[in-house]
Structures are given as structure tokens and as C-alpha cells.
């Protein structure tokens, strides 16, 4: 199976300074967190989260590269991912 996102929802997590989202592999899901950092200028959890739809197409390539690296518990993107 392959890394799939038919779930749009996304969510900011204060405390992680972080946007969290799910991947599905078959029927397993796959939790994801993209840093706060990689939206710079963005300050309110609704910028945060319009600047995840906005970038949705390439956090979700660097989603599916971080997983096809590793297979771990759970996954944060970092600038590094999207090289």
C-alpha cells in the first residue's frame, strides 16, 4: 500500500508549535506534525492552518518521502523534508 490523505481535516497544536495531520496506509493511520517554523511570518493558529491548505500539495510529497524513508510511530516534517 501507499501513504494516502483522504482525511483533509488538520488540526494546530499549541503546545508542539505544530499542525497535525493524519496519513493512511491501507487501514493503518499514520500520524503527521508539520513544525510551526515552516510557515514563517504566520503568528495565529488560522494562519497557521490557511498556510497548511495553501502548501497542502507539497507537505503532503514531503509526507509521503519522510514515509517511504522510515516507517515509524509518528512523523514531524522539518525543512530538511522538503529538500
Do not use: C, W
Not at 482525511?7 to 513544525?35: L, V, W
Not at 504566520?42 to 497548511?52: I, K
Request: hydrophobic residues 40%.
Amino acid at each position: 500500500m501507499s501513504l494516502s490523505f483522504p482525511n483533509q481535516s488538520r488540526s494546530y497544536e499549541e503546545a508542539g508549535k505544530r499542525i497535525r495531520f493524519i496519513g493512511h496506509d491501507g487501514m493503518f493511520e499514520i500520524p503527521f506534525f508539520a513544525g510551526a517554523d515552516l510557515f514563517p511570518g504566520v503568528t495565529s493558529e488560522a494562519g497557521y492552518l490557511r498556510a497548511f491548505d495553501d502548501a497542502r500539495v507539497s507537505v503532503y510529497q514531503a509526507a509521503r518521502r519522510a514515509y517511504s524513508g522510515a516507517r515509524r510511530p509518528i512523523y514531524v516534517l522539518t525543512r530538511a523534508d522538503f529538500g
